[in-house]
């Protein structure tokens, strides 16, 4: 686990409209509430999106973060479920196949999609974007 893997946690957003895109950044290890605050601003960074009935697109690098708690990871599986609709697109760089297989167990469903490459995970949002 590296250095900054221990760290305490952040989950910085980034948004580009022209690009339809949101990017999370995840850093460390978050608390329970940390993901809330996260979920509530990922809500309203989605609002424009929403309000124009256009599906999400995200690309979510959690190479960064640490093993979270059990109380976290349950925050986090209701977080996902609350803010995303059927359409949208979810691509998850993590640090390792077993991060992968980790993932899928805890999130799962079609709209995301696990991955070890930046660019891998880049490829697909912009892949489903071109069917849309």
Not at 49 to 75: F, N
Not at 84 to 91: E, H, Q, V
Request: hydrophobic share 45%.
């Amino acid at each position: 686990m590296s250095d900054e893997s221990m760290q305490p946690g952040n989950l910085t957003i980034s948004a580009d409209p022209a690009f339809g895109v949101i990017r999370v950044l995840g850093v460390g290890f978050w608390t329970p509430t940390i993901i809330g605050d996260h979920f509530d601003e990922l809500a309203f960074v989605m609002r424009p999106y929403r309000a124009a009935g256009v599906s999400v697109r995200m690309v979510v690098d959690l190479r960064k973060s640490g093993i979270q708690s059990q109380e976290t990871i349950v925050r986090m599986q209701a977080g996902v479920k609350s803010v995303t609709r059927p359409g949208d697109r979810m691509a998850i760089v993590v640090s390792s196949s077993l991060a992968k297989i980790q993932m899928r167990r805890m999130i799962g469903g079609e709209q995301h999609e696990f991955f070890v490459s930046p660019g891998a995970a880049q490829t697909w949002a912009d892949a489903y974007q071109a069917l849309t």
